[in-house]
């Protein structure tokens, strides 16, 4: 089921309660805020791949633990 490690960034521009896809997501989208967290969530990946391709030992790391986890998950 799962091959690869992955990772799911939100980040949120509408109000709490608002469902995801409805025309409040859309209207909201288009809006500053929603400019804002665009710009926020490329920075966090941005940031992460800078680690990524610096870190002599994170993908090292980050494989083991997805490795280990999976494992985990098999005995469920």
């Known amino acids: ?3 690869i490690p992955g990772a799911c960034i939100r980040v949120a521009f509408v109000d709490e309660n608002a469902s995801s896809h409805s025309d409040d997501f859309v209207v909201n989208g288009k809006t500053e805020r ?4 665009v710009l926020h969530a490329s920075k966090i990946i941005a940031g992460t791949v800078f680690d990524l391709i610096t870190s002599e030992t ?3 790391d980050i494989k083991l633990e997805f490795k280990e986890q999976k494992s985990k998950m098999a005995s469920y």
């Open 1 to 3: 089921m799962y091959q």
């Open 34 to 37: 929603g400019h804002e967290a």
């Open 58 to 60: 994170l993908i090292k």
